[in-house]
């Protein structure tokens, strides 16, 4: 069976996947708020656990079968269940019962395990766990545990704790401008940003020779309408 011959280059494909780490940074930099070193996470990708779960499970059942088929005993690891049925699938009738379902049921396992690695899983960084280690999750999930210390952490709560925190960072208009689009998806310009403290709208605070402003203040501008800012003009 010629889908037998992927399974294990797959399933070290995968391997991998699940034990990829990425950097990600708890802290940002805009000029005025120490940002923290890059801490290595290692993220548990759930969707290449579940393809390399799923191609597992196809070969341990259908080596089961084959295994009371031919009376001899079938292995216990993913690899060699594998080898075991390229081994001695060629002998067996096609109508034998132990075959049935087995190509439509490998052959999406092996679909599924493709998409997986062609389009990882979206994460997104859920800040520190009190334990110092940098932790990401699913962006849908609702708790992410820590590889290191095992603690539970609510993912939206964390990410708007998050939130608020980065409400509180200071920067210029150029350094916020980096940052921000308003509500049509349009970049805003440094320009834009001060026109907006000089017409009264945003506080700008004097440190050292330059002018920095709250970015929460400014994502609030931006998320108005344009209609808004034209009438408040």
């Given at each position: 069976?010629?889908?037998?011959?992927?399974?294990?280059?797959?399933?070290?494909?995968?391997?991998?996947?699940l034990?990829?780490?990425?950097?990600?940074?708890?802290?940002?930099?805009?000029?005025y708020?120490?940002?923290?070193?890059?801490?290595?996470?290692?993220?548990?990708?759930?969707?290449?656990?579940?393809?390399?779960?799923d191609?597992?499970?196809?070969?341990?059942n259908?080596?089961?079968?084959?295994?009371?088929?031919?009376?001899?005993r079938a292995?216990?690891?993913a690899?060699?269940?594998?080898?075991?049925?390229?081994?001695?699938?060629?002998?067996?009738?096609?109508?034998?019962?132990?075959?049935?379902?087995?190509?439509?049921?490998?052959?999406?396992?092996?679909?599924?395990?493709?998409?997986?690695?062609?389009?990882?899983?979206s994460?997104?960084?859920?800040?520190?766990?009190?334990?110092g280690?940098?932790?990401?999750a699913?962006?849908?999930?609702?708790l992410?545990?820590?590889?290191?210390?095992?603690?539970?952490?609510?993912?939206?709560?964390?990410?708007?704790?998050?939130?608020?925190?980065?409400?509180?960072?200071?920067?210029t208009a150029?350094?916020?401008?980096?940052?921000?689009?308003?509500s049509?998806?349009?970049?805003?310009?440094?320009?834009?940003?001060?026109?907006?403290?000089?017409?009264?709208?945003?506080?700008?605070?004097?440190?050292?020779?330059?002018?920095?402003?709250?970015?929460?203040?400014?994502?609030?501008?931006?998320?108005l309408?344009q209609?808004?800012?034209?009438?408040?003009?």
């Amino acid at each position: 069976m010629a889908a037998l011959e992927v399974v294990p280059t797959l399933l070290a494909e995968l391997d991998i996947t699940l034990s990829r780490t990425d950097a990600i940074t708890s802290a940002g930099s805009l000029g005025y708020v120490r940002t923290t070193r890059a801490e290595q996470v290692l993220p548990f990708n759930s969707g290449a656990a579940k393809a390399h779960r799923d191609i597992a499970g196809v070969l341990t059942n259908y080596a089961a079968k084959v295994s009371a088929a031919i009376a001899q005993r079938a292995p216990v690891t993913a690899i060699e269940q594998c080898q075991f049925l390229i081994r001695h699938l060629p002998p067996i009738p096609d109508d034998s019962d132990a075959l049935v379902g087995l190509d439509a049921a490998l052959s999406r396992a092996i679909r599924l395990g493709y998409r997986t690695i062609d389009r990882p899983e979206s994460r997104v960084g859920v800040g520190n766990c009190e334990c110092g280690r940098g932790l990401s999750a699913q962006s849908d999930a609702d708790l992410v545990r820590c590889e290191g210390c095992g603690t539970v952490v609510a993912v939206r709560r964390r990410r708007r704790e998050m939130m608020d925190q980065a409400y509180e960072i200071m920067g210029t208009a150029a350094q916020l401008a980096r940052l921000l689009s308003d509500s049509s998806g349009d970049r805003i310009s440094a320009e834009r940003i001060r026109q907006w403290a000089r017409r009264g709208k945003l506080t700008g605070h004097v440190v050292g020779n330059g002018t920095v402003y709250r970015l929460g203040d400014v994502i609030e501008l931006c998320a108005l309408p344009q209609g808004d800012h034209r009438r408040s003009a």
